[in-house]
């Protein structure tokens, strides 16, 4: 716990896959190649919603150097008897990889071709004759709750509870969270303040595009090479939709670049997967970036509106949230998540939050850090701020009046723990950022966040060997530095350094079950599966030096790497190091290999508090960041360095997404700016340095006290950028992004 | 189509390769010479992942016809290192923890040392908007800067040390 003194946890040792990854050496997903093998490509849905009629693949193969066609017609019909729900609806994930009978967004894959060579690939694509009768699109929430809405899906049932609308609808699912009296809440509140927000579509953005190769093998064995971050889900997901036994599929993951969540699920393998079977020749598949923006991730767009009262005194009373989340083509928007985050920062004692996530013909949403929490933060975060304003108090000191601490009760049933939020506000207060002197058109902003975090499952194995070092086996793709974390925790429990412990990334055959990386688990649920089996490993080198010395194993004790000697016994021996110790295990009993699994139901949540000031140039409305700073209890950092790279990039894309990024569509459904030159996300010169503050209030459900950091940084940002330009113009943006054409507006409104 | 045949220097070795007329140079390095290092993030000249030196410049190598270096001197990620020595920027990147997922690394290696041979000491603006033409999605961009301002320092044996945000 937080007493205890480390010797590892917290140092900053150089990356173990650093080297590979500064020289070119490191093997991302489009990396791979095999012998013989083919190039895939994908006919994609030129309309947004529509009927497929026919398709007829053959003109494809008449095209030379093609091997093999595939359409959704080759897949098995998917149902939802047997199926691996914990990833989600198998049958819509399998209709999303590929279209069977509807399409339902433009990019939609329809076919798939495996040729000799990429041009060869596309010109079968393009020969494809696809028939389609067209159907309305539904570019947004208003249309698609519209009583006349077009349906996406007949058999499309609302879930949740009642009133809810009746079959046929685009609503998915209804989510409430609900405490205390409403409105008896507003009526005991001196001030109410209530408004309507909006947030576009954003993607992940992820540099790498998604990318595998597929090999299939005479006896019906797959291997999967592909960037993802998770290989287990990927054979389970391709296992689902394939039809394929799950233990004859072997997924390998690659180094990944990038992923933000975005890569939790599938959407190339079964194609690849098909078209090798087919050709009987290892295929790959690359998207262009084009795809990756038009067919993967995006997140929700959002409508959020929040309605809040609170007393003169600053305490805040009651809260009505309601939110309704764009899915994408089939349901499963993260608003349940952003529900359990919503009010979860501060104690009402009346509030109602209600969600609905609703189908649209767009590209179907994908996790994206925190899914749903920084929309929902969008409007309350700008909603507290607006309450003290009008209240004359400090934003800080509103928020320490009102935050949750140790056996407050989240809207969403748990009792929280140790928590670190308020020693973040605290320690936001007194950062030189916050008294920084602001000139003519800047403001500053606040604005706090809130992550739950996963446990979910995982697994590893530690192994000796025989000159003292370790090795440490995960299934985890290490996507920001794990791996170097992951060695700090064995190098802890075993008193050696990082530097001595070697951290690998196995594969689905080689690497015991354990749930993707992401959720901001890993450092915290695999951690935790690490340092049990690092200790079962100290377990073992005592009964090593016991035997060595003829003592009880209560007679030797672990001491920085070294066997000593305990309890008086054998105290004229010499204490044994672990090399010593590893040298003589063939003699001693054989090898020393220790595994650990674990499945914690919960995890310690995380807390953020963000300040940002901005200057809002006057004559064209851009907005440029002077400053940020983010705060942010992580527990425990085990590496800081990668603990503060999640808070900077988490900050950085909430940067982008309160001002720059979102999906342009057309009438027809189509984006418009499938490109990075369009979709602009942050570059170097648009932002300035992020100053992190750590702060460790330890985690009591882990044995370091470390709380998942990845994620609550992207909470905050949007609303803090908002409050900041807000400040500094006397105006309120309620729709993202806050785009110099927007700012413009409203300066010139007055 | 009939393939093309180049004759071209990379990483001050002569190399040949085959390709197709409009193939780019980063296909060609990355599927016809398995130069890997360079990486493909966008394909349209906006990512600079794919980032190489052709003739001591910088340029995105998507945009770059493969045929368009037959007699040029092409340098890429994997030219970086000398022997088993790290360049410094190599080093640094190590140390401030400048990547999390790696993969727009190699791009920002190249782009920055070529930023470090044409303006030596670069201030943080400087070195910003040298490198706005390469998207790094995971870090926001401080420790890539702060290695790529402490490379200069340690080069030029000065002590700077990037400005922080808060103090401004
Ligand atoms: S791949 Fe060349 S700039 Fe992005
Ligand atoms: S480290 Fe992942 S894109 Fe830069």
């Not at chain 1, 403001?443 to 025989?466: C, D, I, K, P």
């Not at chain 1, 070697?502 to 055959?509: A, F, Y």
Request: proline fraction near 6%; glycine fraction near 10%; charge should be negative.
């Amino acid at each position: 716990m937080s007493e205890r003194k480390f010797k590892q946890v917290g140092t900053r040792p150089i990356r173990h896959d650093g080297l590979e990854k500064v020289t070119g050496r490191a093997n991302f997903g489009a990396d791979y190649s095999l012998p013989g093998m083919l190039q895939g490509a994908v006919l994609r849905s030129p309309h947004a919603h529509a009927k497929i009629v026919s398709i007829d693949t053959s003109p494809a193969l008449e095209v030379e150097g093609v091997k093999a066609v595939i359409s959704g017609r080759d897949f098995p019909i998917p149902t939802r008897e047997g199926d691996r729900q914990q990833y989600g609806d198998v049958p819509d994930l399998a209709n999303n990889v590929i279209a069977r009978d509807k399409v339902l967004y433009h990019g939609h894959a329809v076919a798939a071709v495996a040729a000799t060579t990429i041009e060869a690939a596309q010109r079968g694509a393009e020969k494809i004759r696809v028939e389609y009768e067209v159907l309305p699109p539904v570019l947004d929430i208003e249309s698609a709750i519209a009583p006349d809405a077009a349906i996406l899906h007949d058999d499309l049932v609302c879930q949740g509870p009642a009133p809810v609308p009746s079959s046929p609808t685009n609503v998915a699912r209804r989510t409430l969270l609900s405490g205390g009296d409403i409105e008896q809440g507003f009526a005991d509140s001196d001030v109410v303040v209530e408004r309507e927000f909006t947030t576009p579509m954003v993607h992940q953005g992820y540099i790498e595009p998604h990318a595998t190769v597929v090999e299939t093998l005479e006896n019906g064995n797959v291997t999967i090479w592909c960037c993802t971050q998770g290989p287990f889900a990927v054979r389970g997901l391709t296992a689902s939709v394939t039809g394929i036994e799950l233990s004859k599929i072997k997924v390998i993951p690659s180094e990944i670049g990038g992923g933000f969540g975005g890569k939790t699920t599938i959407y190339l393998e079964p194609l690849a997967v098909e078209l090798s079977r087919r050709s009987g020749r290892p295929v790959k598949l690359v998207m262009s970036r084009e795809e990756v923006f038009r067919a993967t991730g995006p997140t929700s767009a959002g409508r959020v509106r929040v309605k809040m009262g609170a007393r003169k005194d600053g305490r805040l009373v009651a809260a009505e949230v309601v939110m309704y989340y764009e899915a994408g083509a089939f349901p499963g928007s993260p608003v349940g998540a952003g529900c359990m985050c919503a009010l979860s920062a501060y104690c009402f004692d009346h509030f109602v939050i209600d969600g609905y996530d609703v189908v649209t013909t767009k590209p179907r949403v994908a996790a994206y850090r925190a899914p749903g929490a920084p929309i929902a933060a969008f409007g309350v975060e700008q909603v507290v701020d607006e309450v003290a304003e009008r209240l004359g108090l400090d934003p800080i000191e509103l928020r320490l009046l009102n935050a949750v601490q140790e056996n407050d009760v989240a809207p969403y049933g748990p009792k929280y723990q140790a928590i670190g939020f308020r020693e973040t506000l605290e320690e936001a207060r007194k950062h030189p950022n916050y008294s920084a002197t602001l000139g003519p058109n800047q403001g500053r902003g606040v604005a706090s966040g809130f992550w739950f975090n996963a446990g979910l499952q995982s697994s590893a194995s530690v192994h000796m060997n025989e000159d003292g070092t370790a090795i440490v086996t995960t299934g985890n793709p290490d996507i920001g530095g794990s791996r170097a974390a992951q060695a700090i925790m064995v190098a802890e429990e075993l008193g050696i350094g990082a530097e001595q412990v070697v951290p690998l990334v196995g594969d689905t055959e080689s690497a015991g079950y354990t749930d993707l990386t992401g959720g901001s688990r890993t450092a915290y649920a695999t951690g935790m599966a690490i340092i049990e089996a690092s200790q079962d490993i100290v377990r073992q080198l005592r009964e090593r030096a016991a035997k060595i010395w003829g003592v009880e194993l209560d007679g030797v004790a672990w001491e920085d790497g070294r066997a000593v000697p305990s309890n008086g016994a054998a105290s004229d021996v010499e204490p044994l190091n672990l090399a010593e110790i590893a040298a003589q295990m063939g003699a001693t009993g054989g090898p020393i290999v220790a595994q650990a699994a674990v499945s914690p139901p919960m995890a310690g949540p995380g807390f953020a508090t963000h300040l940002c000031d901005v200057e809002v140039d006057q004559e064209t409305g851009k907005v440029t960041v002077l400053r940020y700073t983010t705060v942010q209890d992580a527990g425990k950092a085990v590496h800081p360095s990668y603990v503060e790279g999640q808070m900077q990039g988490g900050a950085a894309q909430g940067i982008g997404w309160a001002l720059n990024e979102e999906y342009i569509f057309d009438e027809n459904g189509v984006v418009e700016n499938p490109g990075f030159l369009d979709y602009r996300m942050p570059v170097a010169s648009d932002l300035p340095m992020i100053d992190t503050v750590i702060v460790e209030v330890a985690n009591p459900l882990h044995p370091y006290g470390v709380r998942g950091v990845g994620e609550t940084p992207i909470v905050p940002p949007l609303a803090c950028v908002a409050n900041a330009v807000a400040a500094a113009t006397g105006k309120r943006f309620t729709d993202l992004p806050i785009s110099p054409p927007r700012v413009l507006a409203a300066i010139d409104g007055d | 189509m009939a393939r093309m045949h180049v004759e071209t220097t990379i990483n001050g070795e002569s190399a040949e390769f085959l390709c197709q007329p409009g193939e780019s140079l980063l296909d060609a390095l990355r599927n016809e010479l398995n130069l890997t290092g360079t990486k493909e993030g966008c394909n349209t000249g906006d990512c600079g992942a794919c980032s190489v030196m052709l003739d001591g410049r910088l340029v995105p190598s998507c945009m770059v016809l493969a045929p368009e270096v037959e007699g040029r001197s092409v340098g890429t990620i994997e030219g970086v290192a000398q022997g088993d020595e790290l360049h410094p920027l190599q080093q640094k990147f190590l140390e401030h923890a400048a990547l999390q997922c790696g993969i727009c690394t190699p791009g920002f290696i190249v782009a920055a040392k070529a930023l470090l041979e044409k303006n030596p000491d670069p201030t943080e603006e400087e070195a910003r908007y040298w490198l706005a033409g390469n998207l790094c999605r995971c870090t926001g961009y401080d420790k890539i800067i702060r290695a790529v301002l402490d490379t200069a320092a340690e080069m030029n044996g000065t002590n700077g040390a990037a400005t922080n945000g808060a103090a401004g």
